[in-house]
């Protein structure tokens, strides 16, 4: 994709504005080479942060710059050979930049990294990039300049509150930190949620970590996370899903961006979610600017919420794994259309000149009704199939004294001290006693005490799934050394499209529940010896040494590394392997009788169904970590998530693989 101007709703949009200067973007990225003719009339300026210190630009960096550019254009050019092999490309350009000055080398990448995405967004028309909102404002604020710190929360949460002195309204942060709880630094997540409560809109990629990974900042509530999509609307394989990027993420184009590099006028395609976040950055821009031409303020919110709820989700006919999708494809138009009420006129591009990647766009004939790209609400599986904790919230400071003062005071060393509803023995013993008031309490599912869903009790069976939700938070606040100590539960349910305010203040998905069926409560200790108890008779003494860690390390790994929200196929089908830790048992058995050990657990679509079924493979694959050229060896089972309780399918199958 040559030009920005061939994405639906691109040229629609510039009829109506190319951004005001009022909206200002803060850019946290390397040190963009602002020299570039891209940039020359663009309003943006650069930050000098204290917190990092710049190498000496002098001759041996353009010297090296110079070799970087002439390099990328030569590789550039290899691109259009017919034969162009990427492996040879990867191994030359190892080679190429082996002997580089390490500080030199990051400097380099740094600045054409950020160089690039700010030519997305802030590139002057008629210039070699032609940018999404160039008569808007930018300060480009660089996190690091060639240090290994560029994923830093410190430097991250200073150039965060810069940005929120300099008072934009949108902030793009291309670092992508790796994360498997989801969890930020304190002080970081304390910066974001101020810039959050001072209408400021956050904007960053997903990252490129091939799976159901994530990334801080973007997996932080209400920043807005940006997927990547090829040229042909599926979506990389590279691109992050899973876990709260379903529900707060769009997909935009992420291949064949043009944009500009430090050093040279000859601009450069890239491909990746740093590629395609700087589009949604530029489109919230543009749909600010908007909001000032109607005489209404920026509100970041509503924009944030526009560009969601018009994402086009992918058809599970078109795209194997739909849920790559996030909540669906950017859809520009739709956005326009939920945030202003009307409707965008559809144009046509003519004369595109790929030299300079400039057009003319000509608004056509077409009646305005036919340019809305097919606006259709994001869909989601109804289904849940979620691993967590059982929690409990009161809604309300009324309701909350209400079970204060109906439960029975306390015995403390001979003192008698009012009920504490917040201690959840004394709500078990209460709910023992007086088994209908817990339909007076708002039950959650939690991971690491982080409410996810709330839980709705509904039909005849009611009461057996209370009585069940009361057990399990009585296992819960058990010692560890209990046999009736509850340390993970299982909640199949259905979602619902309502939510529910905790106390706290914080906004929930409901889930309902009609029975007990699938509501499993454990520990990893007492399932592992569960499981150990029924291969007794073909493990010695040190297999089942080595079967406990790797069975125990397996739920571990489900637990944190692997935490989701037990929405997409792919996540029900995991999380029920995690419960049902026999089928995977038999994997462990074969492979630790052989010295293996646990390297990677894969989900993917199983090309083998039942009709009217929704079935996903469970892939184990192991290593043997004494012998490192050994072959590994994969384990296989099949999990049918079609309905509300997940099942197994047929027989472990396994087969060998080169390291």
């Known amino acids: 994709m040559p030009n920005l101007i061939t994405i639906p709703g691109i040229p629609e949009l510039w009829t109506k504005t190319k951004g005001d200067s009022r909206i200002k973007i803060a850019i946290l990225d390397g040190a963009a080479d602002l020299e570039r003719?891209?940039?020359?009339?663009?309003?943006?300026?650069q930050f000098k942060p204290y917190w990092a210190e710049d190498i000496e630009l002098n001759d041996e960096y353009y010297h090296y710059l110079k070799l970087t550019t002439d390099f990328n254009q030569q590789q550039k050019a290899k691109k259009q050979d017919p034969d162009y092999d990427k492996e040879e490309a990867k191994k030359e350009s190892e080679a190429f930049f082996k002997d580089f000055p390490k500080d030199v080398k990051r400097r380099i990448d740094l600045s054409s990294h950020a160089t690039h995405i700010a030519s997305t967004i802030l590139g002057q028309h008629g210039s070699p990039v032609d940018g999404i909102a160039p008569n808007c404002t930018a300060i480009n604020i660089p996190i690091s300049f060639a240090g290994d710190d560029f994923i830093s929360f410190m430097n991250l949460t200073h150039a965060i509150n810069e940005a929120l002195k300099a008072e934009v309204n949108i902030i793009h942060i291309a670092a992508c930190h790796p994360t498997q709880s989801g969890m930020a630094q304190e002080i970081f997540a304390r910066a974001v949620k101020q810039c959050q409560d001072s209408n400021i809109l956050i904007v960053a990629p997903g990252g490129?970590?091939?799976?159901?990974?994530?990334?801080?900042?973007?997996?932080?509530?209400?920043?807005?996370?940006?997927?990547?999509m090829r040229d042909d609307g599926q979506p990389f394989k590279f691109s992050n899903y899973g876990g709260g990027y379903q529900e707060k993420g769009v997909m935009a184009n992420g291949e064949n961006i043009l944009g500009a590099e430090p050093g040279t006028d000859i601009p450069i395609k890239q491909q990746g979610t740093s590629c395609a976040a700087p589009i949604v950055t530029g489109i919230s821009a543009l749909l600010m600017s908007m909001q000032l031409q109607r005489g209404e303020k920026p509100n970041a919110e509503k924009v944030r919420q526009a560009i969601l709820k018009s994402a086009i989700p992918c058809d599970p006919k078109e795209v194997e794994e739909p849920e790559r999708c996030l909540l669906g494809k950017l859809n520009i138009s739709g956005a326009y259309n939920l945030l202003t009420g009307d409707l965008l006129t559809t144009v046509t591009v003519s004369n595109v000149i790929t030299r300079d990647n400039y057009a003319d766009v000509t608004v056509s004939n077409i009646a305005p009704n036919q340019s809305n790209h097919g606006i259709t609400p994001s869909a989601a599986s109804k289904l849940v199939y979620i691993l967590g904790t059982i929690g409990y919230d009161f809604g309300s400071e009324a309701r909350r004294d209400s079970f204060k003062q109906l439960m029975p005071p306390v015995s403390i060393d001979g003192t008698m001290i009012p009920a504490n509803p917040y201690d959840a023995s004394q709500i078990v013993n209460y709910l023992a006693e007086n088994p209908s008031e817990s339909k007076s309490l708002t039950w959650t599912i939690n991971q690491e005490l982080n409410p996810i869903y709330a839980l709705e009790i509904k039909g005849g069976f009611a009461g057996d799934v209370y009585e069940m939700l009361n057990l399990m938070l009585a296992g819960q606040i058990e010692l560890e050394s209990s046999d009736n100590y509850?340390?993970?539960?299982?909640?199949?349910?259905?979602?619902?499209?309502?939510?529910?305010?905790?106390?706290?203040?914080?906004?929930?998905?409901?889930?309902?529940?009609?029975?007990?069926?699938?509501?499993?409560?454990?520990?990893i200790n007492g399932l592992v010896d569960a499981v150990l108890q029924t291969l007794s008779d073909e493990l010695v003494d040190i297999e089942e040494i080595r079967m406990r860690r790797s069975l125990s390390s397996f739920l571990k790994r489900v637990y944190f590394d692997l935490q989701n929200?037990?929405?997409?196929?792919?996540?029900?089908?995991?999380?029920?392997?995690?419960?049902?830790?026999?089928?995977?048992?038999?994997s462990f058995v074969q492979a630790v009788s052989t010295g293996m050990e646990l390297d990677t657990i894969e989900i993917e679509k199983s090309p083998f169904c039942r009709v009217n079924s929704d079935c996903w493979d469970v892939k184990l694959k192991f290593f043997d970590p004494e012998r490192g050229l050994r072959a590994k060896k994969v384990y296989l089972f099949t999990i049918d998530v079609s309905y509300i309780i997940p099942v197994t399918l047929g027989q472990v199958r396994s087969w060998s693989v080169p390291k």
Do not use: H
């Not at 003719?37 to 300026?45: E, P, Q, W």
């Not at 509850?486 to 914080?506: A, H, N, W, Y």
């Open 37 to 45: 003719a891209c940039f020359k009339g663009a309003n943006i300026t």
């Open 208 to 228: 490129n970590d091939k799976g159901e990974c994530w990334c801080i900042p973007s997996i932080l509530p209400d920043v807005l996370t940006v997927g990547a």
């Open 486 to 523: 509850i340390e993970r539960v299982s909640i199949p349910g259905q979602i619902t499209d309502k939510t529910i305010t905790l106390f706290s203040g914080q906004e929930v998905p409901v889930i309902t529940i009609n029975n007990i069926r699938g509501m499993y409560g454990w520990k």
């Open 565 to 586: 929200l037990g929405k997409t196929s792919k996540d029900r089908a995991l999380n029920f392997a995690a419960t049902n830790a026999f089928q995977a048992a038999s």
